[in-house]
């Protein structure tokens, strides 16, 4: 059964807005009974007009004076209501004569009594017309209802502590509503202007002491009711006089104010599309124009623009658009020329129309306004654009009138592209640059003080070197076993296939065309297949070949195959389809060999980075990896890199064991992924021990961290030269498949070692056999050893 003292609930519709009807008729059925009592009076009115007597002489504004008094009698003594005595002629003439400011054609107000709700005692002719009509929406925040008794107190309150406690407090001064067309969606904007000049407060019990704790208590509190209804009692106080309202129409400030905050991003982040729409609704709003469209057209290209669908047709017609910029009879060009606004009143009686603006002028656009919007270095970035279906709705007016609308505009598209090319610039950081989240923090220091320099201290200033020193590196890669033999042969078993079947290709086409030249080709193709044959290719093997079949023996084929119906059409067909649409040759072998180092790089790489980002948990480190015919790192770790917190010996023992699990299971990662691999590959694993601790610095101008010092740069020649390495005395490489060489410097790094392998030879990862090895002197380079284990 439903609760007969429950208060009805009134649900706005979309974005808040109910019919304005139905808003009334909910105010006036729920208008709460006021807890404070209230007369409507005239007599302060009365008393200020008496004060001014004797200055206004024979004015007939006596008269007023003495009809007021009339009126007040009648009100005061009258048993009736309202409704019966405001057809009283005296009271009648208490309004004519009392407000005449409210009727001037258009102005909105309203008399009532103090805290009478929404009971008007006198409404003007604009505003009852404009809160009858039911073409109108207003806008509804349920919580604004709920508060309304709310606001009375705290209205009689603060009455209250101006009056009796030597307060000036002013509340609800922004109070307003908004009403929306419900066919056009044009908003209005209004807000109230409430003059209590002629409202008084009287005390009917003795005034109740408030100390300054107290009062400020209340101020703290404005929306504790009942702490207000507590110290200012309502049974203590009577509110004599009437109240004005007036309603201003405020929607081109609104407006504007709201451009402002939309400039600003105020807010966070938004969505364009929502933008772009909500837009337009200002604009028609502003402008009083229901049937306006709105746009802002980029004029310059950019990687993102097209997915902007910002101008007046909603797409980027990239083409259309640079043909009407650069046309200097089109309304475009000429904007772009002039960077100077332009109105075209009728586009059907324009001559010369662009391709772009007869297009606008199928999508029902007549009139059309384009405004320049500027950088900050007044470069042209966009145009503002604005149509109507009928002719003449613009004019030099309209101009005037959106100044500061199309400045406010151009502020926020420059805000929008400034902050889309940030964003671009960071991910490009993010992505293609070295520097590492774990070092950040360093650049940023760096940046903060140059920043503070040049900004703050007008210093000239560069930054920093950027420069860790006393970091022990750990360095490895996975190197793909015989990458240079295999793509050579995948290289020479694409151009032997293609060579053949253009060998045969010619020799059918001569058959059917009296053509020589085709007996020129296929004695080279036959020399070039059997130089292949004979020996391995050579880099300039494959350039003479490739040159000779895309740039002269393809294109003689495709226009003979157009002019001689009679070659064999089935036979060009297949071997043209069996191309590679960009290399114009054969590319199976090669593909093949290319997509299986793609797919292991990718599994390595993926691999290896998020191990390598469970170890940033432990320790925050240096990490940087390569990618080429497998993965190569370096890793980097030492007090010098943390931001906070202290660097321990066990740090760079653990790390090394980690290094060694993590290269036993990129081997076996390698021996799973061959299976699904187009051309099966394998890896062979290294490790280089580098026992000293080194300095590496942030390179400005290459933009990335290299070894620094001289005797550091002996790490580097070393970590390069030791993957092509060879075992002392023997033809053996020292990098083999399925194993993984340590290469180390000083003997207690290879006892150190020995305790890592021990371990993992007990855990699985390794088998028992440990070789000791020698290496080949290499230039520059001799005396290095090396550990060899296989993983299982």
């Given at each position: 059964?439903?609760?007969?003292?429950?208060?009805?609930?009134?649900?706005?519709?979309?974005?808040?807005?109910?019919?304005?009807?139905?808003?009334?008729?909910?105010?006036?059925?729920?208008?709460?009974?006021?807890?404070?009592?209230?007369?409507?009076?005239?007599?302060?009115?009365?008393?200020?007009?008496?004060?001014?007597?004797?200055?206004?002489?024979?004015?007939?504004?006596?008269?007023?004076?003495?009809?007021?008094?009339?009126?007040?009698?009648?009100?005061?003594?009258?048993?009736?209501?309202?409704e019966?005595?405001?057809?009283?002629?005296?009271?009648?003439?208490?309004?004519?004569?009392?407000?005449?400011?409210?009727?001037?054609?258009?102005?909105?107000?309203?008399?009532?009594?103090?805290?009478?709700?929404?009971?008007?005692?006198?409404r003007?002719?604009?505003?009852?017309?404009?809160?009858?009509?039911?073409?109108?929406?207003?806008?509804?925040?349920?919580?604004?209802?709920?508060?309304?008794?709310?606001?009375?107190?705290?209205?009689?309150?603060?009455?209250?502590?101006?009056?009796?406690?030597?307060?000036?407090?002013?509340?609800?001064?922004?109070?307003?509503?908004?009403?929306?067309?419900?066919?056009?969606?044009?908003?209005?904007?209004?807000?109230?202007?409430?003059?209590?000049?002629?409202?008084?407060?009287?005390?009917?019990?003795?005034?109740?002491?408030?100390?300054?704790?107290?009062?400020?208590?209340?101020?703290?509190?404005?929306?504790?009711?009942?702490?207000?209804?507590e110290?200012?009692?309502?049974?203590?106080?009577?509110?004599?006089?009437?109240?004005?309202?007036?309603?201003a129409?405020?929607?081109?400030?609104?407006?504007?104010?709201?451009l402002?905050?939309?400039?600003?991003?105020?807010?966070?982040?938004?969505?364009?599309?929502?933008?772009?729409?909500?837009?337009?609704?200002?604009?028609?709003?502003?402008?009083?124009?229901?049937?306006?469209?709105f746009?802002?057209?980029?004029?310059?290209?950019?990687?993102?623009?097209?997915?902007?669908?910002?101008?007046?047709?909603?797409?980027?017609?990239?083409v259309?658009?640079?043909?009407?910029?650069g046309?200097?009879?089109?309304?475009?060009?000429?904007v772009?020329?002039?960077?100077?606004?332009?109105?075209?009143?009728?586009?059907?009686?324009?001559?010369?129309?662009?391709?772009l603006?007869?297009?606008?002028?199928?999508?029902?656009?007549?009139?059309?306004?384009?405004?320049?919007?500027?950088?900050?270095?007044?470069?042209?970035?966009?145009?503002?654009?604005?149509?109507?279906?009928?002719?003449?709705?613009?004019?030099?007016?309209?101009?005037?009138?959106?100044?500061?609308?199309?400045?406010?505009?151009?502020?926020?598209?420059?805000?929008?592209?400034?902050?889309?090319?940030?964003?671009?610039?960071?991910?490009?950081?993010?992505?293609?640059?070295?520097?590492?989240?774990?070092?950040?923090?360093?650049?940023?220091?760096?940046?903060?003080?140059?920043?503070?320099?040049?900004?703050?201290?007008?210093?000239?200033?560069?930054?920093d070197?950027?420069?860790?020193?006393?970091?022990?590196?750990?360095?490895?890669?996975?190197?793909?076993?015989?990458?240079?033999?295999?793509?050579?042969?995948?290289?020479q078993?694409d151009?032997?296939d293609?060579?053949?079947?253009?060998?045969?290709?010619?020799?059918?086409c001569?058959?059917?065309?009296?053509?020589?030249?085709?007996?020129?080709?296929?004695?080279r193709?036959?020399?070039?297949?059997?130089?292949?044959?004979?020996?391995?290719i050579?880099?300039?093997?494959?350039?003479?070949?490739?040159?000779?079949?895309?740039?002269?023996?393809?294109?003689?084929?495709?226009?003979?195959?157009?002019?001689?119906?009679?070659?064999?059409?089935?036979?060009?067909?297949?071997?043209?389809?069996?191309?590679?649409?960009?290399?114009?040759?054969?590319?199976?072998?090669?593909?093949?060999?290319?997509?299986?180092?793609?797919?292991?790089?990718?599994?390595?790489?993926?691999?290896?980075?998020?191990?390598?980002?469970?170890m940033?948990?432990?320790?925050?480190?240096?990490?940087?990896?390569f990618?080429?015919?497998?993965?190569?790192?370096?890793?980097?770790?030492?007090?010098?890199?943390?931001?906070?917190?202290?660097?321990?010996?066990?740090?760079?023992?653990?790390?090394?064991?980690?290094?060694?699990?993590?290269?036993?299971?990129?081997?076996?990662?390698?021996q799973?992924?061959?299976?699904?691999?187009?051309?099966?590959?394998?890896?062979?694993?290294?490790?280089?021990v580098?026992n000293?601790?080194l300095?590496?610095?942030?390179?400005?101008?290459?933009?990335?961290?290299?070894?620094?010092?001289?005797?550091?740069?002996?790490?580097?020649?070393?970590?390069?030269?030791?993957?092509?390495?060879?075992?002392?005395?023997?033809?053996?490489?020292?990098?083999?498949?399925?194993?993984?060489?340590?290469v180390?410097?000083?003997?207690?790094?290879?006892?150190e070692?020995?305790?890592?392998l021990?371990?993992?030879?007990?855990?699985?990862?390794?088998?028992?056999?440990i070789?000791?090895?020698?290496?080949?002197?290499?230039?520059?380079?001799?005396?290095?050893?090396?550990?060899?284990?296989?993983?299982?």
């Amino acid at each position: 059964m439903a609760n007969p003292s429950a208060k009805p609930i009134l649900i706005p519709m979309e974005e808040g807005f109910v019919p304005l009807s139905v808003f009334q008729d909910f105010v006036r059925d729920n208008d709460p009974q006021s807890v404070y009592a209230s007369v409507f009076s005239v007599r302060k009115l009365i008393e200020e007009l008496e004060g001014k007597r004797n200055a206004l002489r024979d004015s007939p504004l006596l008269k007023t004076i003495e009809d007021l008094k009339k009126a007040e009698a009648k009100i005061q003594a009258s048993p009736h209501g309202w409704e019966e005595l405001q057809r009283d002629p005296d009271v009648e003439n208490l309004m004519l004569h009392t407000f005449p400011s409210f009727f001037f054609r258009g102005k909105m107000g309203f008399i009532k009594g103090p805290f009478e709700g929404h009971a008007f005692r006198f409404r003007t002719d604009a505003l009852l017309e404009q809160m009858t009509n039911d073409r109108w929406e207003i806008r509804v925040d349920p919580r604004s209802l709920i508060s309304n008794d709310l606001k009375e107190t705290l209205m009689a309150g603060t009455s209250v502590l101006n009056t009796f406690y030597r307060q000036n407090v002013e509340i609800f001064s922004n109070q307003g509503m908004v009403l929306r067309d419900r066919k056009t969606r044009v908003e209005k904007h209004f807000k109230f202007d409430v003059q209590l000049d002629y409202m008084e407060v009287k005390p009917i019990k003795p005034l109740k002491k408030l100390s300054q704790q107290q009062i400020h208590r209340l101020l703290n509190n404005l929306d504790d009711k009942e702490l207000w209804l507590e110290l200012i009692p309502p049974e203590n106080f009577i509110f004599e006089g009437f109240v004005i309202g007036v309603l201003a129409d405020v929607t081109k400030v609104e407006i504007l104010s709201t451009l402002k905050a939309m400039a600003a991003n105020e807010g966070g982040k938004s969505d364009h599309e929502s933008d772009l729409a909500y837009l337009e609704t200002l604009t028609r709003t502003f402008l009083d124009l229901p049937e306006l469209t709105f746009g802002v057209l980029q004029t310059a290209r950019r990687p993102y623009v097209d997915n902007l669908t910002w101008s007046l047709l909603r797409t980027y017609d990239a083409v259309a658009i640079q043909a009407a910029l650069g046309d200097p009879k089109s309304a475009y060009g000429q904007v772009a020329r002039y960077q100077k606004a332009i109105i075209i009143d009728d586009l059907r009686k324009r001559p010369n129309l662009s391709d772009l603006e007869t297009n606008i002028l199928d999508h029902n656009v007549r009139s059309l306004l384009l405004a320049p919007l500027l950088s900050e270095e007044g470069k042209l970035v966009s145009i503002l654009e604005l149509g109507a279906p009928h002719p003449y709705a613009f004019s030099q007016l309209t101009l005037r009138q959106l100044d500061e609308f199309i400045s406010l505009i151009q502020m926020g598209t420059n805000k929008f592209l400034s902050e889309m090319e940030n964003s671009i610039s960071l991910t490009m950081q993010q992505e293609f640059t070295s520097i590492h989240p774990s070092v950040e923090w360093k650049f940023r220091q760096v940046a903060s003080k140059c920043y503070w320099e040049r900004t703050i201290d007008r210093q000239t200033s560069i930054p920093d070197e950027i420069v860790f020193k006393d970091v022990y590196p750990l360095y490895g890669q996975a190197d793909i076993v015989g990458s240079s033999k295999q793509r050579n042969s995948s290289i020479q078993a694409d151009l032997l296939d293609n060579l053949d079947q253009l060998h045969q290709l010619l020799l059918s086409c001569r058959e059917a065309v009296h053509f020589h030249l085709l007996d020129i080709y296929a004695e080279r193709v036959k020399a070039q297949y059997d130089k292949l044959v004979s020996g391995s290719i050579a880099s300039s093997d494959e350039s003479i070949i490739v040159d000779l079949l895309t740039k002269q023996i393809h294109p003689l084929l495709r226009d003979l195959r157009k002019r001689f119906p009679d070659l064999p059409q089935e036979a060009l067909n297949a071997y043209f389809d069996a191309l590679d649409p960009d290399l114009d040759i054969i590319y199976r072998s090669r593909k093949a060999y290319e997509d299986s180092v793609t797919q292991l790089n990718h599994a390595i790489s993926n691999f290896l980075l998020q191990e390598e980002d469970k170890m940033q948990a432990i320790l925050p480190h240096y990490f940087e990896k390569f990618q080429t015919d497998g993965v190569e790192y370096n890793l980097y770790l030492g007090q010098s890199l943390l931001e906070e917190g202290e660097f321990n010996d066990f740090y760079l023992r653990d790390f090394r064991l980690w290094q060694l699990i993590l290269m036993c299971e990129i081997t076996r990662l390698v021996q799973r992924e061959a299976v699904s691999m187009p051309v099966p590959l394998s890896t062979a694993q290294l490790i280089f021990v580098f026992n000293s601790s080194l300095s590496i610095r942030f390179e400005m101008d290459e933009k990335q961290f290299d070894v620094d010092g001289a005797y550091n740069i002996r790490y580097e020649i070393i970590k390069k030269r030791i993957d092509k390495a060879y075992i002392k005395g023997t033809d053996e490489r020292l990098t083999q498949a399925g194993k993984i060489a340590i290469v180390w410097l000083q003997d207690k790094d290879r006892q150190e070692y020995q305790e890592y392998l021990d371990h993992l030879a007990l855990k699985g990862y390794i088998s028992q056999e440990i070789e000791d090895l020698e290496l080949e002197k290499m230039q520059g380079v001799e005396g290095l050893k090396a550990i060899r284990v296989t993983v299982i």
